[in-house]
T-cell receptor
Framework: GQNIDQPTEMTATEGAIVQINCTYQ??????LFWYQQHAGEAPTFLSY??LDGLEEKGRFSSFLSRSKGYSYLLLKELQMKDSASYLC??????????WGAGTKLIIKP | GAVVSQHPSRVICKSGTSVKIECRSL??????MFWYRQFPKKSLMLMAT?????????EQGVEKDKFLINHASLTLSTLTVTSAHPEDSSFYIC?????????????FGPGTRLTVL
């Protein structure tokens, strides 16, 4: 079956760095997305990886290892507004998004 | 990025009534749109994939007759919750895939919070 695993909740301190891990098992693979979702709002796109390696975009970076079925989202210089849920989603061979349950990130002052 | 609108943003209705939610791609043509449902503190649950000009593909466990989907044009898909009941109360989100996007990402509408009394 197809499956995405990510931690349910993480806590970090303002100004620090946090890494949110995601492992996936899908029928075929056409890339991995990270989305941010604030409470009561729709998800917004953060990143997309289809090749191995690190993609950096400002304070956010995303890493992919296809051989390990593993990705992480790295958030630097954490701000209070980064408190949100972070959703990992893999695109399978049918270009269907398989969603993780999301990681709730709590930022403390 | 591409913009997807959704209307209404909130709706409160009585049990037994039907509610229609519209999803529009504003600056691109979306041959495929997706309807999700999200319960509090849970992830997105795909309900159905809506293809322009053809019948929607429903996920297992989603009642076709209860959640009617129409994708009549390349910029509009509608979800109608028929004979709504309190257990249908949820956050409904649509998304659309922009064929011109290099990432195959889905762009999400702002969501519709449905409360059935």
């Amino acid at each position: 079956g197809q499956n995405i695993d990510q931690p349910t909740e993480m806590t970090a301190t303002e100004g620090a760095i946090v890494q949110i891990n995601c492992t996936y098992q899908t029928s075929g693979f056409n890339g991995l997305f990270w989305y941010q979702q604030h409470a009561g709002e729709a998800p917004t796109f953060l990143s997309y990886n289809v090749l191995d390696g690190l993609e950096e975009k400002g304070r956010f970076s995303s890493f992919l290892s296809r051989s390990k079925g593993y990705s992480y989202l790295l958030l630097k210089e954490l701000q209070m507004k980064d408190s949100a849920s972070y959703l990992c989603a893999a695109l399978d061979s049918n270009y269907q998004l398989i969603w993780g349950a999301g990681t709730k990130l709590i930022i403390k002052p | 990025g591409a913009v997807v609108s959704q209307h209404p943003s909130r709706v409160i209705c009585k049990s037994g009534t039907s509610v229609k939610i519209e999803c529009r791609s504003l600056d691109f043509q979306a041959t495929t749109m997706f309807w999700y449902r999200q319960f509090p503190k849970k992830s997105l649950m795909l309900m159905a994939t809506s293809n322009e000009g053809s019948k929607a593909t429903y996920e297992q466990g989603v009642e076709k007759d209860k959640f009617l989907i129409n994708h009549a044009s390349l910029t509009l898909s509608t979800l109608t919750v028929t004979s709504a009941h309190p257990e249908d109360s949820s956050f409904y989100i649509c998304s659309a895939r922009d064929p011109g996007s290099s990432y195959n990402e889905q762009f999400f509408g702002p969501g519709t919070r449905l409360t059935v009394l």
